[in-house]
């Protein structure tokens, strides 16, 4: 059964950081591209970033570009988001999931609980 564990979000001021964890399981993590999203209330669920299954590309949101960095580690079933610069319109509950490539930008399994990111001005 696969499991999508996200973590590490909170409350932080504007121009502040988090960083987030996907704990993943019940698939072969190394094998397959990985993405974070996010859902701000009243809106649809967007892409943030992805990175391939060996973390040797990445690919950003242009709302995120510069700003926010995508890494994952395949020998703990780990990926990462560290979130730099934040502001209030990344406010959001955030998800991570697999993809069968980089660029899909749409999940392959049963999304998780995720994990709120509260940004104040």
């Known amino acids: 059964q696969v499991q999508l564990v996200e973590s590490g979000g909170g409350l932080v001021q504007a121009g502040g950081s988090l960083r987030l964890s996907c704990a993943a399981s019940?698939?072969?993590?190394?094998?397959?591209?990985m993405g974070w999203f996010r859902q701000a209330p009243g809106k649809a669920r967007e892409f943030v970033a992805a990175i391939s299954w060996n973390g040797g590309r990445t690919l950003y949101a242009d709302s995120v570009k510069g700003r926010f960095t995508i890494s994952r580690d395949n020998a703990k079933d780990t990926m990462y988001l560290q979130m730099n610069s934040l502001k209030p319109e990344d406010t959001a509950v955030y998800y991570c999931?697999?993809?069968?490539?980089?660029?899909?930008?749409?999940?392959?399994?049963?999304w998780g609980q995720g994990t709120q990111v509260t940004v104040s001005s």
């Open positions: 999931n697999a993809q069968t490539a980089i660029y899909t930008r749409s999940g392959l399994y049963d």
């Open positions: 019940g698939y072969t993590f190394s094998t397959y591209a």
